[in-house]
């Protein structure tokens, strides 16, 4: 049985209280894309009245990590997850709604596959777009994760 928003959105709250509070939110989760996202407001915002931009890599890293967990819940083997290195690039004054979405379902996938055939780890980097509500595209979050088999 696959993850749900639900779930994530839970598990945020317990376990990563600091998202949950500046309003992250997994709204959409499925094989090939997941979507999070979060409104500027006063808690999460810079002094120059647009989000924080740890706020907007929160909710970017929320969309690739979910898909991560998802696939290792599937798989119903222990792996573990890492975030090894991230960059990101800002276009546009985050303000209002902003949606990110990872559409690397089929690149995680690939990588749990083959960390459970070979044993080794394996890297692999998931990129989530963050847009506004006129569809302008504010920021741009790459991760590079780690997967691997715990022995």
Known sequence: MALTPSKINTFTF???PSAWWCGVRLTHIDEKKAVTRV???WFNQNPFKSMFWAVQGMAAELSTGAMVMNEIHK???NISMLVANNKATFTKKATGRIIFTCED?????QAIQ???ETGEGQTLWMKSVGVNSEGVTVSTFHFEWTVKVKS
């Open 14 to 16: 317990l376990k990563l």
């Open 105 to 109: 379902g089929d690149s995680i996938a």
């Open 39 to 41: 409104k500027h407001r």
């Open 114 to 116: 083959k960390t459970i």
């Open 75 to 77: 798989s119903g083997k």
